[in-house]
């Protein structure tokens, strides 16, 4: 029976890189996202490049019930999870006195709070399971404060805590914690820009990282990866 992945946010940039390494080593996908088309495509594509299931679900990560009615798709497979990638989220640039009104709120929902449900919903399997790897996808900017990081850095701040609390939590039963913090990587969050490819990281990489820490022996734990353009921070 192949292994599980379970990843939102996972038909675009890195959540599609992660979704197209673990596919290679035989990894069947449950991915969300919310763009139905997207996910078609997505679906589409790696089952016929590789000899793995993808299955898909239509939801936005932001709102509680899209997150409960993925965690309960999930469970409907009755299948053991052997990673959970956190990767829902978006990036909006601006100063924290001068954003819009509900800023703060929308970027905690989509960056902190789809993990946080999505991992309150699966973690009674993962404990009875005693396994599994949790990956939570924060940012440089989780510990590093930048010019106009405003909501978005104090919702990955945020990530990264939780992330830590996770840790201490399920490291009895057997489930590893990782943080995952990369630097400025070549997604649609930086389309407009006008820095050359270079400058960026590939989402491949990010994945290539993800998968190296769960290939470690069940008695070790990366409990973060910091990744960073080889020019630095942008």
């Known amino acids: ?24 080593h035989a990894f069947d996908v449950l991915v969300s996202a919310r763009n139905l088309p997207d996910l078609e495509k997505l679906q ?3 089952e016929g490049k590789y000899s793995n299931k993808v299955y898909i679900y239509k939801g936005d990560m932001a709102i509680a019930k899209d ?36 800023i703060l709120d929308g970027m905690l ?9 999505m991992t309150r919903g699966l973690a009674p399997t993962l404990k009875k399971n005693k396994g599994g ?27 990264l805590g939780f992330s830590k609390c996770l840790r201490e939590e399920l490291k009895g039963y057997n489930i590893r914690v990782t943080a995952v913090m990369p630097g400025a990587t070549q997604t649609s969050s930086w389309d407009g820009s006008d820095l050359p490819e270079s400058r960026f990281m590939m989402p491949q990489d990010v994945a ?4 190296a820490a ?21």
């Open 133 to 159: 790897h949790i990956f939570n996808m924060c940012s440089v900017a989780s510990f590093k404060a930048y010019p106009n990081g405003g909501s978005y850095a104090i919702s990955k701040f945020a990530l």
């Open 214 to 234: 769960f290939s470690l022996s069940g008695r070790s734990v990366v409990e973060e990866i910091v990744i960073r353009p080889q020019l630095g921070d942008i």
């Open 208 to 211: 290539e990282s993800v998968f």
């Open 1 to 24: 029976m192949n292994k599980l992945l379970v990843i939102t946010g996972g038909s675009k940039g890195i959540g599609r890189a992660i979704v197209e390494k673990f596919s290679s």
């Open 44 to 46: 589409k594509e790696i």
């Open 109 to 117: 929902n989509a960056n902190l709070y789809s993990a946080y449900h």
């Open 67 to 102: 997150v409960k009615g993925f965690t309960d798709f999930i469970l409907t497979l009755n299948k053991p999870i052997n990673v959970l990638v956190n990767n829902a989220g978006y990036y909006v640039p601006g100063e924290i006195c001068t954003e819009p009104d509900g």
